[in-house]
Protein backbone atom coordinates (compact mmCIF):
# COMPACT_ATOMS: atom_id res chain seq x y z
CA UNK A 1 0.00 0.00 0.00
CA UNK A 2 2.57 2.53 1.23
CA UNK A 3 4.80 1.51 -2.07
CA UNK A 4 1.19 2.48 -4.47
CA UNK A 5 0.57 5.96 -2.23
CA UNK A 6 4.30 6.64 -2.81
CA UNK A 7 4.76 5.82 -6.33
CA UNK A 8 1.02 7.38 -7.36
CA UNK A 9 3.13 10.67 -5.16
CA UNK A 10 6.26 10.53 -8.13
CA UNK A 11 3.78 9.95 -10.53
CA UNK A 12 2.28 13.23 -9.68
CA UNK A 13 5.08 15.01 -9.14
CA UNK A 14 6.41 14.11 -12.49
CA UNK A 15 3.39 15.05 -14.27
CA UNK A 16 3.65 18.66 -12.63
CA UNK A 17 7.63 18.96 -13.67
CA UNK A 18 6.58 18.17 -17.00
CA UNK A 19 3.86 20.48 -16.92
CA UNK A 20 6.04 23.18 -15.61
CA UNK A 21 8.37 22.52 -18.33
CA UNK A 22 6.03 22.34 -21.31
CA UNK A 23 4.75 25.90 -20.11
CA UNK A 24 8.57 27.39 -20.00
CA UNK A 25 9.44 26.14 -23.16
CA UNK A 26 6.18 27.52 -24.38
CA UNK A 27 6.64 30.96 -22.67
CA UNK A 28 10.90 30.65 -24.22
CA UNK A 29 8.78 30.37 -27.72
CA UNK A 30 6.61 32.95 -26.98
CA UNK A 31 8.83 35.84 -25.94
CA UNK A 32 11.67 34.62 -29.02
CA UNK A 33 9.08 34.21 -32.00
CA UNK A 34 5.50 35.24 -31.17
CA UNK A 35 5.45 38.55 -28.88
CA UNK A 36 5.87 41.69 -30.75
CA UNK A 37 3.64 44.75 -31.25
CA UNK A 38 4.52 44.62 -34.75
CA UNK A 39 4.04 40.89 -35.79
CA UNK A 40 6.07 37.73 -34.99
CA UNK A 41 9.26 38.28 -34.10
CA UNK A 42 12.43 37.88 -36.53
CA UNK A 43 16.13 38.80 -36.37
CA UNK A 44 18.73 39.56 -38.74
CA UNK A 45 22.45 40.43 -39.60
CA UNK A 46 23.83 42.34 -42.22
CA UNK A 47 26.96 43.77 -43.15
CA UNK A 48 28.06 46.63 -44.95
CA UNK A 49 30.26 46.74 -47.74
CA UNK A 50 33.14 48.40 -45.69
CA UNK A 51 32.75 45.91 -43.25
CA UNK A 52 33.13 42.93 -45.47
CA UNK A 53 36.11 44.75 -46.71
CA UNK A 54 37.64 45.05 -43.08
CA UNK A 55 36.80 41.14 -42.78
CA UNK A 56 38.03 39.54 -45.80
CA UNK A 57 37.19 35.62 -44.16
CA UNK A 58 33.54 35.82 -43.67
CA UNK A 59 31.10 34.46 -45.96
CA UNK A 60 28.65 35.83 -45.06
CA UNK A 61 26.62 39.28 -46.09
CA UNK A 62 22.84 39.10 -44.56
CA UNK A 63 21.19 36.29 -42.36
CA UNK A 64 17.70 36.44 -41.28
CA UNK A 65 15.19 33.86 -39.54
CA UNK A 66 12.16 34.24 -38.19
CA UNK A 67 8.49 32.27 -38.28
CA UNK A 68 7.34 30.78 -41.07
CA UNK A 69 3.49 31.86 -41.66
CA UNK A 70 2.62 28.75 -42.78
CA UNK A 71 3.78 26.92 -39.99
CA UNK A 72 5.30 23.25 -39.75
CA UNK A 73 2.75 21.39 -42.38
CA UNK A 74 -0.65 22.43 -43.99
CA UNK A 75 -3.04 23.43 -41.14
CA UNK A 76 -0.72 23.18 -38.36
CA UNK A 77 0.13 26.35 -36.19
CA UNK A 78 3.53 27.01 -35.01
CA UNK A 79 4.14 26.17 -31.32
CA UNK A 80 7.10 25.46 -29.01
CA UNK A 81 7.15 21.56 -29.53
CA UNK A 82 6.95 21.90 -33.35
CA UNK A 83 7.46 25.29 -35.21
CA UNK A 84 9.19 26.13 -38.44
CA UNK A 85 10.72 28.68 -39.12
CA UNK A 86 12.15 30.85 -42.22
CA UNK A 87 15.87 30.86 -42.89
CA UNK A 88 17.27 33.02 -45.81
CA UNK A 89 21.11 34.21 -46.10
CA UNK A 90 22.86 36.46 -48.56
CA UNK A 91 26.73 35.19 -49.55
CA UNK A 92 29.18 37.90 -49.81
CA UNK A 93 30.71 36.80 -53.28
CA UNK A 94 27.43 37.32 -55.67
CA UNK A 95 24.97 38.38 -53.38
CA UNK A 96 22.93 35.11 -54.41
CA UNK A 97 19.39 34.75 -51.47
CA UNK A 98 19.37 31.52 -50.55
CA UNK A 99 16.39 30.27 -48.29
CA UNK A 100 15.17 27.44 -46.67
CA UNK A 101 12.55 26.26 -44.13
CA UNK A 102 13.75 24.74 -40.63
CA UNK A 103 11.63 22.44 -38.63
CA UNK A 104 12.64 23.22 -34.59
CA UNK A 105 11.40 22.43 -31.39
CA UNK A 106 11.92 23.96 -28.02
CA UNK A 107 15.05 21.92 -26.28
CA UNK A 108 16.22 23.23 -22.76
CA UNK A 109 17.21 26.58 -22.92
CA UNK A 110 16.86 27.16 -26.44
CA UNK A 111 15.71 25.52 -29.80
CA UNK A 112 16.99 23.06 -31.97
CA UNK A 113 16.34 22.92 -36.08
CA UNK A 114 17.00 20.65 -38.75
CA UNK A 115 16.60 22.08 -42.16
CA UNK A 116 14.28 20.96 -45.05
CA UNK A 117 16.27 18.27 -47.52
CA UNK A 118 18.67 17.42 -45.08
CA UNK A 119 20.33 21.14 -44.83
CA UNK A 120 21.82 20.21 -42.08
CA UNK A 121 20.67 21.24 -37.80
CA UNK A 122 21.50 24.22 -35.39
CA UNK A 123 21.02 25.18 -32.33
CA UNK A 124 19.37 28.89 -31.14
CA UNK A 125 19.88 30.36 -28.19
CA UNK A 126 18.85 34.09 -26.85
CA UNK A 127 21.86 36.48 -26.29
CA UNK A 128 19.40 39.15 -24.15
CA UNK A 129 16.80 40.50 -27.06
CA UNK A 130 18.65 39.14 -29.43
CA UNK A 131 19.42 35.24 -31.04
CA UNK A 132 22.66 33.13 -31.86
CA UNK A 133 22.84 30.48 -34.30
CA UNK A 134 25.42 27.98 -33.55
CA UNK A 135 25.83 24.92 -36.43
CA UNK A 136 28.56 22.84 -37.24
CA UNK A 137 27.06 22.88 -40.75
CA UNK A 138 24.05 24.58 -42.89
CA UNK A 139 23.55 23.75 -46.24
CA UNK A 140 20.90 24.62 -48.45
CA UNK A 141 19.65 24.38 -52.20
CA UNK A 142 20.94 26.68 -54.98
CA UNK A 143 18.04 27.83 -57.04
CA UNK A 144 17.99 25.74 -60.35
CA UNK A 145 18.82 29.08 -61.77
CA UNK A 146 22.46 28.59 -62.24
CA UNK A 147 23.20 29.24 -58.51
CA UNK A 148 24.99 26.23 -56.82
CA UNK A 149 24.18 25.62 -53.60
CA UNK A 150 25.28 26.61 -50.49
CA UNK A 151 27.43 25.46 -47.66
CA UNK A 152 28.26 26.94 -44.28
CA UNK A 153 30.44 24.52 -42.99
CA UNK A 154 32.60 24.91 -39.86
CA UNK A 155 36.06 23.07 -39.93
CA UNK A 156 36.32 19.96 -37.93
CA UNK A 157 35.52 19.73 -34.27
CA UNK A 158 34.47 23.20 -34.56
CA UNK A 159 30.78 25.04 -34.66
CA UNK A 160 29.97 28.44 -36.60
CA UNK A 161 28.12 30.84 -35.06
CA UNK A 162 26.06 33.72 -36.02
CA UNK A 163 24.36 36.83 -33.66
CA UNK A 164 21.55 37.98 -35.48
CA UNK A 165 19.45 40.89 -34.03
CA UNK A 166 16.08 41.58 -33.39
CA UNK A 167 14.73 43.75 -36.52
CA UNK A 168 11.83 44.97 -38.12
CA UNK A 169 9.78 42.44 -39.72
CA UNK A 170 9.47 44.46 -42.91
CA UNK A 171 13.46 44.39 -42.82
CA UNK A 172 13.48 40.61 -43.15
CA UNK A 173 10.41 39.90 -45.27
CA UNK A 174 12.67 41.64 -47.69
CA UNK A 175 15.84 39.40 -46.56
CA UNK A 176 13.23 36.40 -47.52
CA UNK A 177 12.65 37.47 -50.89
Known amino acids: MRIAKWTAGLLAVVGFAGTAQQAEAANLFQRTFVQSAGGPNCYLRAYDNQFLKKHPKLTVRQMAIGLSPSGPSDGVANKANNF ?4 AVQVKKNST ?11 GSGFSCQIESDGGSFRITTVGRDVRITSKGISIEGDGFGNNDLSLTAPAGQTRS ?8 TKCNEAYD
Do not use: D, G, I
Open 84 to 87: ALQL
Open 97 to 107: NYSALAFCKTK
Open 162 to 169: FLLKRANT
